[in-house]
């Protein structure tokens, strides 16, 4: 990656209030966000460029610790654990 291009993100990066990281760190916050915004897994492959749906998947898509409390209380209601 040519120093340009690094510098132009970080001075973008800087100038929305975003906290200094690598542009591979970019990749994975937007894996993360099309999987949180029900993006189907094989259009955020393709956006990604990646040639295995196991890559976007498995590699670069995580999930908020929110999203996994909000799953587990759907589990609680279901069960009738809670209401």
Do not use: Q
Not at 60 to 73: F, Q, S
């Amino acid at each position: 990656m040519t120093a340009y291009i690094l510098r132009s993100f970080h001075r973008l990066t800087a100038k929305a209030g975003l906290p200094r990281i690598r542009i591979h760190d970019a990749r994975h916050g937007a894996a993360t966000l099309l999987a949180v915004g029900n993006v189907h897994p094989r259009m955020a492959m393709e956006i990604l460029g990646h040639s295995k749906i196991s890559v976007t998947m498995d590699v670069y898509t995580h999930v908020p610790d929110e999203l996994k409390r909000e799953a587990i209380a759907h589990l609680d209601r279901m069960l009738g654990r809670r209401r």
